[in-house]
């Protein structure tokens, strides 16, 4: 089509060049080629006949004279200019339609990244939070296994170093009597602090003005700031202070402080973490308190009553009574009596094989056999773990000896089931004028220990008179 138009443009400019003369006004030798191209343009499914080439049809029948049919096809050439100037005003639209479009989805995708970055920091958070309620989940119960308040500060002290940056972690408990906070555990690089104790009203002091408060202190000295020494203990410079007080409902335990160098180190997350753990610690404190306080109730009972509740024989505490009596004796009427202390041979080793039943179970067999082969006027008791002790009133060295080998021959052919053959250590000491309790207990462990060295199952004294 375009060289059908092309050859029909050559005709044209033949036609012009031609040398004047007479030429017919009916005859044209280009419109027979913009004609095949039109028919060849219109044989195109869903195309349109290009403007230019029916101007230049238009055109070429008005030279001819033919104006009706150039009239039709200027026409035709017009709408078919006004069809392509809407096409391309629609695809301009379209066009504009299409950039807008691009752009708001751009824009929708970008904010759709932004808040699929948001969320993913949202989850690792989470996952953070998470991750740091378990191990404080797991901090607690470690703290709350702990028996005394040295174990409660040691454990403390790892966690917290395992947790935050300190330099130093000090714990001062609360001393009511002296209204103070005394020192129970301060660490600052590795090396103890000094030891300390702060008035409660003291001015000064942000510990404790922490205790009277009874609320959490924060001091963040930023880099321009000047360094201040660490409170009350430390050697070295700080800017970062964390406060908090050990509080057990409403009772005040002490206080805790964790310390740094670096200016404003903890922020929000780094305070929740140590309160937390000052929380557990001061639970953990409270424990180890009211365990501390029961156990010494328990010892006081104990001491109270005379018998141990093991093996049914007397205690320690009333043998010692006992002792101290016979004493009082030996001084107003010059009486004499003797010691006979017992040890069971092997015992740690009977109670690692065989647990504590069966050796608790063996302690009370042996109490029994000491009660049938004493005396009537003798006491036996226990004296310690695997020990007993019987106390010999008016009986010099000999009786006392065969009382104690009384007892050696009968645990050594006494059959004790599972646990097998068994056999005592036995010292003898008879008191002297010169003696109190702490030498005469002396002496006699003094002979039970050369027996045991001596090979065991033997009763020894190291009395001269015997």
């Known amino acids: ?26 005859t044209s030798a280009a419109l027979p080629l913009l004609q095949q191209a039109l028919q060849l343009a219109q044989s195109i499914q869903d195309y349109a006949a290009p403007v230019e080439l029916l101007e230049s049809l238009a055109a070429e029948h008005a030279r001819l004279g033919d104006t009706a049919t150039a009239y039709a096809l200027a026409l035709d050439a017009g709408q078919a200019r006004e069809r392509m100037q809407s096409t391309a005003a629609s695809n301009r639209a379209l066009s504009l339609q299409v950039q807008h479009d691009t752009e708001r989805l751009k824009l929708q ?29 797991r901090i607690g119960r470690d703290l709350t296994t702990c028996r005394d308040t ?41 090396q103890p602090v000094d030891d300390i104790r702060i008035p409660l009203d003291d001015p000064h002091s942000l510990n404790a003005r922490c205790a009277r408060e009874g609320t959490n202190l924060a001091v963040n000295i930023d880099a321009q700031g000047e360094p201040v020494p660490q409170a009350e203990g430390g050697r070295r410079a700080t800017q970062t202070l964390l406060y908090a007080p050990l509080l057990a409902g409403e009772q005040m335990l002490g206080v805790i402080t964790v310390q740094s160098p670096p200016g404003t180190l903890y922020g929000a997350r780094e305070q929740a973490i ?3 753990l000052c929380a557990h610690a001061a639970v953990a ?27 049914g024989l007397v205690n320690r505490g009333h043998l010692e009574m006992l002792l101290e009596r016979e004493f009082a004796r030996q001084a107003r009427h010059g009486t004499v009596f003797s010691l006979v202390l017992l040890d ?10 065989h647990g504590r039943v069966a050796t608790d179970q063996l302690l009370c067999t042996v109490a029994q056999a000491l009660l049938g082969r004493v005396r009537k006027s003798d006491v036996a008791g226990r004296w310690g773990a695997s020990e007993f002790l019987v106390v010999c009133p008016e009986a010099a060295a000999a009786p006392a000896l065969v009382v104690a080998e009384s007892v050696r021959q009968l645990i050594e052919r006494r059959d004790f089931g599972p646990l097998g053959a068994q056999t005592v250590s036995v010292g003898v000491a008879t008191a002297q004028a010169s003696d109190n309790l702490q030498s005469l207990i002396d002496r006699a462990e003094q002979a039970l220990q050369v027996a045991q060295v001596g090979g065991r199952n033997r009763v020894v004294t190291v009395d001269a008179a015997a």
């Open 285 to 311: 404190l409270a424990n180890t308190d009211a365990q501390a306080q029961l156990q010494q109730h328990n010892l006081a009972l104990a001491r109270q009553s005379p018998v141990d509740p093991l093996t």
């Open 1 to 26: 089509m375009s060289t059908l138009c092309l050859l029909a443009e050559i005709e044209q400019s033949r036609a012009l060049a031609a040398p004047p003369g007479p030429a017919p006004a009916s």
């Open 109 to 137: 995708a970008a904010h759709l990244l932004e808040l699929s970055r948001a969320e993913a920091h949202r989850a690792d958070v989470l996952t953070q939070a998470n991750a740091t309620l378990e191990l404080l989940g």
């Open 150 to 190: 040295a174990q409660v500060c040691v454990a403390l002290q790892g966690h917290v170093q395992a947790l935050l940056q300190a330099q130093a972690v000090v714990l001062l408990r609360l001393n009511a009597a002296a209204r103070a906070l005394d020192l129970a555990f301060g660490v600052e690089a590795d």
């Open 274 to 276: 140590f309160h937390s």
């Open 344 to 353: 069971l041979d092997h015992f740690e080793q009977t109670d690692a094989q």
